[in-house]
T-cell receptor, first 112, second 114 residues
Framework: SQQGEEDPQALSIQEGENATMNCSYK?????LQWYRQNSGRGLVHLIL?????REKHSGRLRVTLDTSKKSSSLLITASRAADTASYFC????????????FGKGTKLSVKP | EAQVTQNPRYLITVTGKKLTVTCSQN?????MSWYRQDPGLGLRQIYY???????DKGDVPEGYKVSRKEKRNFPLILESPSPNQTSLYFC?????????????FGSGTQLSVL
């Protein structure tokens, strides 16, 4: 049962540019999380935003949440080559008993 | 160091030969889960466990078994692997489910079933 869908599927930018990835979901949520995955490795938690929050920051990351549109965005500012990875949103849907459901991810490539 | 350890990292086997992928966490987490990742399909949950002796099916449990006899270990068992179980597998854990806890992931097990 896929809940989140990231957009775009792939994104290629130059170092120093900002990267924006979007996530849309279908049902009401308790929270939404973003994860990063370097090629073939385990996912690493980046940031969590709760349903009553609209925006959250962590270093160069900015996450927004619009529950009326059932969407979230992840902004990476001043990107670096080391940011090259896949990024996934994961939703803790209400009624799901707390299991996170992951989207298919956005593959970000940052060219030096 | 707090971590989730999966073994092996790579595994090649043949159809029907039983195998076990081990997963262990050293963070005293209550919740553990197994996912498989396939191109174009993202991560799909296989099984999860709320605590010792408590396991439940995820979205794609067919062909898999799990057990949770100790809090730290959550092995994934393929009794009779088939080629459609060729995939990248991840174990993950968190303090508890249903409280918005972040997941900690293992490094993954790339399984090929011939």
């Amino acid at each position: 049962s896929q809940q989140g869908e990231e957009d775009p599927q792939a994104l290629s930018i130059q170092e120093g540019e900002n990267a924006t990835m979007n996530c849309s979901y279908k049902t009401s949520i308790n929270n939404l999380q973003w994860y990063r995955q370097n090629s073939g490795r385990g996912l690493v938690h980046l940031i969590l935003i709760r349903s009553n929050e609209r925006e959250k920051h962590s270093g160069r990351l900015r996450v927004t949440l619009d529950t009326s549109k059932k969407s979230s965005s992840l902004l990476i500012t001043a990107s670096r080559a080391a940011d090259t990875a896949s990024y996934f949103c994961a939703t803790d849907a209400r009624g799901s008993q707390g299991n996170l459901i992951f989207g298919k991810g956005t593959k970000l490539s940052v060219k030096p | 160091e707090a971590q989730v350890t999966q073994n092996p990292r790579y595994l090649i086997t043949v159809t029907g030969k039983k195998l076990t992928v081990t997963c262990s966490q050293n963070m005293n987490h209550e919740y553990m889960s197994w996912y498989r990742q396939d191109p174009g399909l993202g991560l799909r949950q296989i099984y999860y466990s709320m605590n010792v002796e408590v396991t439940d099916k995820g979205d794609v449990p067919e062909g898999y078994k799990v057990s949770r006899k100790e809090k730290r270990n959550f092995p994934l068992i393929l009794e009779s692997p088939s080629p459609n179980q060729t995939s990248l597998y991840f174990c993950a854990s968190s303090l508890g489910r249903g409280r918005g806890e972040k997941l900690f992931f293992g490094s993954g097990t790339q399984l090929s079933v011939l």
